[in-house]
């Protein structure tokens, strides 16, 4: 049965900084590709930020230079630092799980609130 926990979410001030993670069970942690995903009141799901199982990344505009994901393959679990939190980074935060041939995986979403 595949699990992933997402937990870290919360209310931050604007310029304030909060760490997400992603708790794996399940999968092949370390060959999966994951991502973070969000998605904001009205609008839809966008992807954020990417790490291979190589440890290549890849950002959206929005969160470049602001974000950084990162993965623990020893401890099965996915980061995501989030540094220069703006309002408009408010939004439910998803974990999601792929790899080519297989199926693919999201959490239950960490509510991150930044207030101005």
């Known amino acids: 049965q595949v699990q992933l926990v997402e937990s870290g979410g919360g209310l931050v001030q604007a310029g304030g900084s909060l760490r997400l993670s992603c708790a794996a069970s399940?999968?092949?942690?370390?060959?999966?590709?994951m991502d973070w995903y969000r998605q904001a009141p009205g609008k839809q799901r966008e992807l954020v930020a990417t790490?291979?199982?190589?440890?290549?990344?890849n950002y959206a505009d929005s969160v470049k230079g602001r974000f950084t994901i990162s993965r623990d393959n020893a401890k099965n679990t996915l980061y995501l630092q989030m540094n220069s939190l703006k309002p408009e980074d408010t939004a439910v935060y998803y974990c999601?799980?792929?790899?080519?041939?297989?199926?693919?995986?999201w959490g239950q979403g960490t509510q991150v609130t930044v207030s101005s």
């Open positions: 790490i291979t199982s190589g440890g290549s990344t």
């Open positions: 399940g999968i092949s942690f370390s060959i999966n590709v």
């Open positions: 999601h799980t792929w790899r080519p041939s297989y199926d693919a995986y």
